[in-house]
């Protein structure tokens, strides 16, 4: 069974930038498209960021600009930059792997608090 685990959460002042981790443990990497989803308290879970087999990316428009998402597959590890951080960025980060459509794994999630 595939295993996620992100590192790299914490509390940070607006304006201030943290990067989160996310190591993949029992399965290939490489085969999988990794995205970074985040739900805040009263919110549905929402994707964030999202990187292919090919590294293309994709972000959600309010972390455009902000926010960077990357891949090694060398070390099973995603990560995301976050910089110019808002206090609406407060919210439970959790990494995500899917395989085609069958296969999808998470993470057990890192909160992210971003004090005004």
């Known amino acids: 069974q595939v295993q996620l685990v992100e590192s790299g959460g914490g509390l940070v002042q607006a304006g201030g930038s943290l990067r989160l981790s996310c190591v993949l443990s029992?399965?290939?990497?490489?085969?999988?498209?990794m995205g970074w989803y985040r739900q805040a308290p009263g919110k549905q879970r929402e994707l964030v960021a999202s990187?292919?087999?090919?590294?293309?990316?994709q972000y959600v428009d309010s972390v455009k600009g902000r926010f960077t998402i990357s891949r090694d597959d060398a070390k099973n590890t995603v990560s995301l930059q976050m910089n110019s951080l808002k206090p609406e960025d407060t919210a439970v980060y959790y990494c995500?792997?899917?395989?085609?459509?069958?296969?999808?794994?998470w993470g057990q999630g890192t909160q992210v608090t971003v004090s005004s």
């Open positions: 995500n792997a899917k395989f085609r459509l069958a296969y999808s794994y």
């Open positions: 029992r399965g290939t990497f490489s085969i999988y498209a």
């Open positions: 990187i292919t087999t090919d590294g293309s990316t």
